[in-house]
């Protein structure tokens, strides 16, 4: 393992368990991931509140009870379930590494959730994970005979709201916006410039919901003034909620994605434009849009990333795109942090030595079937040579 229990780390959280993170956390991600990594999750979580400096990574083995190897391996099953991503450094002879906490999803949107969803049920049954959804989320109650008598907010308590409040305001939102950073292409920031609250409300402009913005965005090559549009369309009244499934619809099949923009590198294109130059100019199918969306916002792989991994899976597999493949060969590179496009290239490259080198020694050993063919040949030789050499002594015999 790479892990040492005398590397240092250092732990960075923002945020607190309530009653809902930790109900996910003990029956959604503790089946799937052990219990192990989730005494470390909560370890760390404990151990981010007022870390000031580095510790080695003994504290933290004897806090959770577990070995070296355990606690690494406890590491890379939350990574893989997005819990926590990892940072390394090496400065001089210390190994450094940085834990950021992810928040756990909450019960309903693990459950929907395109990969943990069906690997919860496959895992536990579908019995048990009906069992869990009951437990976890709230039924609805039937509201069709009743009337909404709710009060809305009271907007005269803003008549006071003058421009000094105003650019305070903005001062404020402009430092959040900085803090927030997307791994993404799209320009976040002019997008919130641009639109106005009365179209997206501040309400809803969560993370989560600024994220699913960002990836469609690099995914289908959407322009922010046709974002400003679809996130419009997807907002719900009077809740003022952005529904992502509407969303997505709407993205999905626009038909102003930036196809037209020209590069020299073509994996700079947005991964949708880019299949359907791999489709000879045809548009991908809502089942290969839904892999690619899946490639991005759930798996978090770059856009030029993805572009290489689709390319490469074409070419093995006679120009088909199967889902489970795609998340195995996908899986795999993100463990292997494959995380640019000069990696990708180069795990292509990798991968296909490796196959070429597996053909040419299968080609070295002949199978079986025809190894017998020989065998049996050879024994046939000898038992012909042997009767020729027998007729030519009686022949010599009857001579002498």
């Keep these: 393992m790479e892990l040492r229990a005398n590397d240092y780390y250092q732990v960075e959280s923002g945020f607190s368990l309530n009653q809902e993170m930790l109900e996910s956390l003990t029956l959604l991600y503790q089946p799937l991931i052990g219990i192990e990594a989730i005494s470390f999750y909560l370890t760390c979580l404990a151990e981010a509140k007022k870390q000031d400096r580095y510790q080695n990574h003994m504290r933290l083995i004897s806090l959770s009870g577990i070995n070296i190897d355990s606690l690494e391996k406890a590491r890379i099953k939350c990574e893989q379930f997005q819990l926590i991503r990892t940072f390394k450094k090496t400065n001089q002879e210390k190994v450094l590494y940085v834990y950021k906490l992810n928040q756990p999803l909450c019960a309903s949107e693990f459950l929907t959730h395109e990969l943990y969803g069906r690997y919860y049920v496959k895992y536990i049954g579908s019995k048990q994970a009906d069992l869990t959804k009951k437990k976890l989320i709230n039924p609805v109650i039937d509201k069709n005979d009743f009337q909404e008598v709710s009060a809305s907010f009271e907007t005269s308590i803003m008549y006071s709201w003058n421009e000094e409040n105003e650019t305070e305001f903005a001062k404020i939102r402009e430092v959040s916006l900085k803090e927030k950073k997307f791994n993404s292409n799209f320009d976040m920031k002019l997008f919130l410039s641009e639109i106005s609250s009365l179209v997206f409300p501040e309400v809803a402009r969560t993370s989560s919901n600024l994220e699913l913005i960002a990836n469609l965005a690099d995914l289908y090559g959407i322009s922010v003034d046709d974002m400003i549009v679809f996130v419009g369309r997807s907002v719900i009244l009077p809740s003022n909620t952005l529904s992502s499934e509407k969303l997505k619809s709407l993205v999905r099949n626009s038909k102003k994605q930036v196809n037209e923009v020209k590069s020299d590198n073509p994996y700079e294109l947005a991964p949708v434009a880019f299949l359907k130059n791999k489709n000879h100019g045809i548009e991908p199918t809502?089942?290969?849009?839904?892999?690619?969306?899946?490639?991005?916002?759930?798996?978090?792989?770059?856009?030029?990333?993805?572009?290489?991994?689709?390319?490469?899976?074409?070419?093995?597999s006679d120009?088909?795109?199967?889902?489970?493949?795609?998340?195995?060969?996908?899986?795999?590179?993100?463990?292997?942090?494959?995380?640019?496009?000069?990696?990708?290239?180069?795990?292509?490259?990798?991968?296909?030595?490796?196959?070429?080198k597996?053909?040419?020694?299968?080609?070295?050993?002949?199978?079986k079937y025809y190894q017998k063919k020989e065998i049996e040949k050879e024994e046939t030789n000898e038992v012909i040579d042997e009767d020729a050499i027998r007729e030519l002594e009686e022949k010599l015999k009857k001579r002498g």
């Design 286 to 316: 809502l089942n290969d849009k839904k892999i690619l969306e899946m490639l991005r916002n759930d798996l978090q792989l770059k856009p030029e990333v993805i572009n290489v991994l689709i390319e490469y899976i074409l070419n093995i």
């Design 319 to 356: 120009g088909k795109l199967i889902r489970g493949f795609v998340e195995s060969v996908a899986g795999s590179w993100i463990r292997l942090n494959v995380n640019s496009l000069s990696d990708a290239l180069n795990m292509v490259e990798i991968q296909k030595k490796q196959t070429k």
């Design 358 to 367: 597996k053909r040419s020694e299968k080609e070295m050993i002949l199978p």
